[in-house]
């Protein structure tokens, strides 16, 4: 059983920033021999990919909507990757998905990725 806790969501001001965790566990899950994908689904809307980190975390990808404002990272010792989110607009509003693929990098379709946290809600308004 693995299990991906998202954390750090809430409310925020346009231009203003957020961070994003996610812990990974699972007795039989290596964190550091996966890829690592952060997601988002807005009301009405499919889910759509926002990054991903290879599994030593010296690669990324990021769709034109976010890069240059998110960054993805990871901590392997911690288990944990982060989403740090800056310059946020009202169209970043969503519910923030971690997930875990099963191989060392993973593209940007949901396909590519095993496990999936229950989410957390991001809401970008004055």
């Known amino acids: 059983q693995v299990q991906l806790v998202e954390s750090g969501g809430g409310l925020v001001q346009p231009g203003g920033s957020l961070r994003l965790s996610c812990v990974v566990s699972?007795?039989?899950?290596?964190?550091?021999?996966?890829?690592m994908g952060w997601f988002r689904q807005a009301p009405g809307n499919e889910r759509e990919f926002v990054a991903t980190?290879?599994?030593?975390?010296?690669?990324?990808d990021y769709p034109d909507s976010v890069k240059g404002r998110f960054t993805i990272s990871r901590d392997n010792a911690k288990n944990t990757v982060y989403l740090q989110m800056n310059s946020l607009k009202s169209e970043d509003t969503a519910v923030y998905y971690c997930?875990?693929?099963?191989?060392?990098?993973?593209?940007?379709?949901?396909?590519?990725?095993?496990?999936w946290g229950q989410g957390a809600q991001v809401t970008v308004s004055s």
């Open positions: 699972g007795r039989t899950f290596t964190f550091s021999n996966h890829a």
């Open positions: 997930a875990a693929a099963d191989s060392a990098w993973a593209g940007p379709g949901t396909y590519n990725y095993d496990f």
């Open positions: 980190i290879d599994r030593s975390g010296f690669s990324t």
